[in-house]
């Protein structure tokens, strides 16, 4: 795993683990919770930097990097957000999924139906943002493996958490919401909704864009 350090949400630096190429972060205890705005923005970013051409599948047993017991499946609530977790039951961390991170921080949601229909009209075959596997749009509305539903960046989320790291001054970022929404489902015209999916190619059959890994690099584009 990769060290990499972040801004705390009241004082000091907090380093998290990472294994890129499996997109999933350790915690140490209370980590995820002490995060500031511009931290979560930097671990958007941290992923996107060190995107992998192929992903790992998670074992189903996994241990604690710090004292080598079993950690366990767990199921948390944020809001009405329900996300999973692999917790080390001696409590010194957890192993959280990247998709299992945004959801925590509510800044995924489910396509409308409007866009999935549009979606479909477009593309053939998405990745799962949540194990990678590949979903075919005219069979599945869920990943036929981990049974995750289709799902995009938040944009109202991302700019929120942006509007606040403006606020507290840390970082002086601004950002135009339309362009961002625009940019999440793939950079169509503003005044051209009905074609927003058609630069994306079709796959004819392999992998397909991670949706979520999309609207990543979208944000990360427009911060740079």
Request: glycine share 6%; proline share 5%.
């Amino acid at each position: 795993m990769q060290t990499l350090e972040f801004e705390g949400s009241l004082v000091g630096v907090i380093a998290l683990d990472f294994c890129f190429p499996c997109q999933v972060i350790w915690f140490d205890s209370h980590e995820s919770t002490q995060l500031s705005p511009g931290a979560i923005i930097e671990v958007f970013k941290a992923f996107d930097a060190h995107k992998a051409t192929t992903r790992n599948t998670l074992p189903s047993l996994l241990d604690c990097p710090r004292c080598g017991s079993r950690l366990e499946a767990t199921q948390d609530l944020q809001h009405s957000t329900r996300f999973t977790y692999y917790r080390c039951s001696w409590g010194h961390g957890r192993l959280t999924p990247f998709l299992q991170f945004l959801r925590e921080k509510n800044f995924i949601r489910p396509l409308t139906g409007a866009e999935l229909a549009d979606l479909k009209s477009k593309i053939r075959t998405i990745q799962c943002s949540n194990c990678g596997a590949p979903i075919d749009l005219a069979r599945d509305l869920a990943c036929p493996y981990c049974r995750s539903p289709i799902a995009i960046l938040d944009t109202e989320a991302v700019s929120k958490t942006l509007r606040e790291l403006a606020d507290a001054q840390a970082r002086r970022s601004t950002i135009d919401v339309d362009a961002l929404a625009d940019a999440l489902l793939t950079r169509a015209p503003r005044d051209d909704r009905a074609t927003r999916f058609a630069s994306v190619p079709d796959p004819g059959g392999h992998l397909g864009m991670d949706l979520v890994a999309a609207g990543i690099a979208a944000v990360a584009a427009l911060l740079r």
